[in-house]
Structure formats: C-alpha cells, structure tokens
C-alpha cells in the first residue's frame, strides 16, 4: 500500500520560515515524480513544486514560490522537503504531498497524479 505522510504544517508570521516533510512508503522512492500542491480556501489546487530523479534530478518551482522555497529529498529516510522561507500571507493553504510515475510530460496536472496525502495546513498571518 502506497503512503504520503505530510508533517510540519503551522502558523508562522509573514517572512517566518518552515519545513514540511513527506514521508512515502509503498513505492520505488527515486522512480516517481514527487509533488507539492497546495490548495487556498476557495481556490484550486495548484503545483508548488515537484522533485524527479528517474533520470538524473530535476526540480521545478512554480512562480510565485520561486527563489523562497526549496524541495529536497533524505532517500534513507524516502522522505521529500519543502523548505519554505521568506512566507507570505497567500502562502497560506493546504499543502499536499503527491507521487506520479514519470511518463510523459513532467508537469502540474493533476489528473496525472496517482497518489495523494492527506495534507498539512500551513497558515502565514501576523
């Protein structure tokens, strides 16, 4: 059984910094794209960013995360990080781990993605 464990999800004020962590279990750890997504009251689900090593590493950031935050992997531990830093209150959101295998193009659909966590809520706000 495939698992995504989201951790270290709080409130932090605006320029505060935190580490969220995705523990897997379940899958070929260095064989599946690993996601960030997060998702704001009323808003959709958009890609923060996601982490591949099927064939050498690639990282990718969305925009507006781009230069603050940062995805890492411990392959001991078949754990992903977020570090995110320099926060700002429309960071505020559900983040949620995701895994998809690598075929095709590597992008933010979410219809590609075949396993979710249930997601840490992050709250940025003085």
């Known amino acids: 059984e495939v698992q995504l464990v989201e951790s270290g999800g709080a409130w932090v004020r605006p320029g505060g910094s935190l580490r969220l962590s995705c523990a897997t279990s379940?899958?070929?750890?260095?064989?599946?794209?690993i996601y960030w997504f997060r998702q704001a009251p009323g808003k959709e689900r958009e890609g923060v960013s996601y982490?591949?090593?099927?064939?050498?590493?690639?990282?990718y950031y969305a925009g507006s995360v781009k230069g603050r935050f940062t995805i890492s992997t411990d392959d001991a531990k078949n754990t992903v990080y977020l570090q995110m830093s320099n926060l700002k209150p429309e960071d505020t959101a559900v983040y949620y781990c995701?895994?998809?295998?690598?075929?095709?193009?590597?992008?933010?659909?979410?219809?590609?993605?075949?396993?979710w966590g249930q997601g840490t809520q992050v709250t940025v706000s003085s």
């Open positions: 995701a895994a998809r295998r690598p075929v095709g193009l590597l992008d933010f659909d979410i219809g590609s993605v075949e396993f």
């Open positions: 379940g899958l070929a750890f260095n064989e599946y794209v």
């Open positions: 982490i591949s090593k099927s064939s050498g590493l690639l990282t």
